[in-house]
């Protein structure tokens, strides 16, 4: 199991751009896919974004399609989302997490895999 720390959370205008984090240490970090999660207040944590270990492959929620963009950069064990024309709804706790492909990450629930402790983003209208 690889751990996993997010940041780069905090508080952006309405069509601003914010771009987040996540450092991964404890085993190699090229072996894993991974992929982000959201979570907003009273509700499910939902699936943003997922990508391949060698990051080559990408798969976005309906939601953040043609704003939010996954990369990673396995050189420095990190996974990155940058989001762009954040939107209120955006709002919410999101989360990096890590798996043995996309399609594992994608199904990942809050108490099974890798996760990190999340980072707030707040999106004011």
């Known amino acids: 199991q690889v751990q996993l720390v997010e940041s780069g959370g905090g508080l952006v205008q309405a069509g601003g751009s914010l771009r987040l984090s996540c450092a991964a240490s404890g085993r190699t970090f090229s072996n894993y896919a991974m992929g982000w999660f959201r979570q907003a207040p009273g509700k499910e944590r939902k699936f943003i974004a997922a990508?391949?270990?060698?990051?080559?492959?990408?798969s976005y929620a309906d939601s953040v399609k043609g704003r939010f963009t996954i990369s990673r950069d396995n050189a420095k064990n990190t996974g990155y989302l940058h989001m762009n024309s954040l939107k209120p709804d955006d709002t919410a706790v999101y989360y990096c997490?890590?798996?043995?492909?996309?399609?594992?990450?994608?199904?990942?629930?809050?108490?099974?895999?890798?996760w990190g402790q999340g980072t707030q983003v707040t999106v004011s209208s």
């Open positions: 997490a890590a798996g043995g492909n996309m399609l594992v990450v994608t199904r990942l629930s809050p108490n099974f895999g890798s």
């Open positions: 990508i391949s270990n060698s990051g080559s492959s990408t």
